[in-house]
């Protein structure tokens, strides 16, 4: 088992940044893959970006060249520096760690990005 919790979100205006951090409670050297997904109101939850154990990262089209993703596994955190924010970016934000078998998710932290 493991915890994530998740930190940073906010209110920010169009063009502005915000940085999301994910703790997990334990060693993330055996989570396969970690990132963020995202779920907007009345949508689906979506994949933002994730990082494998090797830190090969996979980014959707939609945050590529504003969204980056690092890992610290000495202090078994993610971040998310996320730039040029537009108000469709708006969402909770989630966390999430996979191992064969098991998917673990944070709570969630809102963004939202308004004038």
């Known amino acids: 088992q493991v915890q994530l919790v998740e930190s940073g979100g906010g209110l920010v205006q169009p063009g502005g940044s915000l940085r999301l951090s994910c703790a997990a409670s334990r060693s993330i050297f055996s989570l396969y893959f970690m990132g963020w997904y995202r779920q907007a109101p009345g949508k689906q939850r979506e994949l933002v970006v994730r990082?494998?154990?090797?830190?090969?990262?996979n980014y959707a089209d939609f945050v590529k060249g504003r969204f980056t993703i690092s890992r610290d596994v000495a202090q078994n955190t993610i971040d998310l520096q996320m730039n040029s924010l537009k108000p469709e970016d708006t969402a909770v934000y989630y966390c999430y760690g996979f191992e064969t078998g098991t998917t673990y998710w944070g709570q969630g932290t809102q963004v939202t990005v308004s004038s």
């Open positions: 990082i494998n154990s090797r830190g090969v990262t």
